[in-house]
C-alpha cells in the first residue's frame, strides 16, 4: 500500500450540490495531482499542484477547483454537480516538479450523483 | 482524452500462462509507465521505462518499447490468480503537460 490516504472513501450527492474530497500525500512528496475515472475508463487528468501551486490542468470546467495546503494535503472541490461527475476520484502523490515520474496513488472516493 | 489505448480490452488466461497487453500512443513521450488496478479501487504503479530504454524487467515483470511505432507492450509470465486485475498504460507527453495520459485498460482474469 502507499502512504496516500483519501476520504471519505464513498459519498452521496444530488444534482446541483457541491462536495470536498481530500487527500493525504506520501510523506516527503510535495506534488499531488487529481484524476478523475468513469466506470469502465481510464483515469482522466483534472490538474496538479505543486507547493501549494497549480500547476497544471486538464480538460475539466472551472466548477472543478482545488487547493493544496503547506503539509502538501489537498482538497478537491465540484460545485453544482452534475450526473456525469459520477466517478471513483483519485489523488496521486509523487516528489517532483514535473509530476509525471512515478506516481503513489491513494485507494480513491467513490462519487455518486442522483 | 485518452493518449493511449490498451489491446486486449479483455484477457482470460490460465494460472501458470503468460499473458501479454500491448498498448498504442499517438504523441512523443518522455516516459511510458504501467499501472494496475484491483476492483476499482487505487492504482498501482508497476514498472516505468524512458523513451530511450528498449525493454525494462521487474520480476515476472517484462515491458517494452518501441518509440517508431509508438507501441509498447507488458509480459506477465507464470501468472498467477492474484494478477488478476485492470493493467493500464500511462505516457508522459513530451509536451510540458504535467500529467499523466492514461489509456482505457486490458482487463485480465487468471482463471485458478
Known amino acids: 500500500e502507499t502512504g496516500v490516504t483519501q476520504s471519505p472513501t464513498h459519498l452521496i450527492k444530488t444534482r446541483g450540490q457541491q462536495v470536498t474530497l481530500r487527500c493525504s500525500s506520501q510523506s516527503g512528496h510535495n506534488t499531488v495531482s487529481w484524476y478523475q475515472q468513469a466506470l469502465g475508463q481510464g483515469p482522466q487528468f483534472i490538474f496538479q499542484y505543486y507547493r501549494e501551486e497549480e500547476n497544471g490542468r486538464g480538460n475539466f470546467p472551472p466548477r472543478f477547483s482545488g487547493l493544496q495546503f503547506p503539509n502538501y494535503s489537498s482538497e478537491l472541490n465540484v460545485n453544482a454537480l452534475e450526473l456525469d461527475d459520477s466517478a471513483l476520484y483519485l489523488c496521486?502523490?509523487?516528489?517532483?516538479?514535473?509530476?509525471?515520474?512515478?506516481?503513489?496513488f491513494g485507494p480513491g472516493t467513490r462519487l455518486t450523483v442522483l | 482524452s485518452q493518449q493511449g489505448e490498451e489491446d486486449p480490452q479483455a484477457l482470460s488466461i490460465q494460472e501458470g500462462e503468460n499473458a501479454t497487453m500491448n498498448c498504442s500512443y499517438k504523441t512523443s513521450i518522455n516516459n511510458l509507465q504501467w499501472y494496475r488496478q484491483n476492483s476499482g479501487r487505487g492504482l498501482v504503479h508497476l514498472i516505468l521505462i524512458r523513451s530511450n530504454e528498449r525493454e525494462k524487467h521487474s520480476g515476472r515483470l517484462r515491458v517494452t518499447l518501441d518509440t517508431s511505432k509508438k507501441s509498447s507492450s507488458l509480459l506477465i509470465t507464470a501468472s498467477r490468480a492474484a494478477d488478476t486485475a485492470s493493467y493500464f498504460c500511462?505516457?508522459?507527453?513530451?509536451?510540458?503537460?504535467?500529467?499523466?495520459?492514461f489509456g482505457s485498460g486490458t482487463r485480465l482474469q487468471v482463471q485458478p
Open positions: 496521486a502523490s509523487s516528489f517532483s516538479a514535473r509530476g509525471t515520474d512515478t506516481q503513489y
Open positions: 500511462a505516457t508522459d507527453q513530451n509536451t510540458g503537460r504535467r500529467a499523466l495520459t
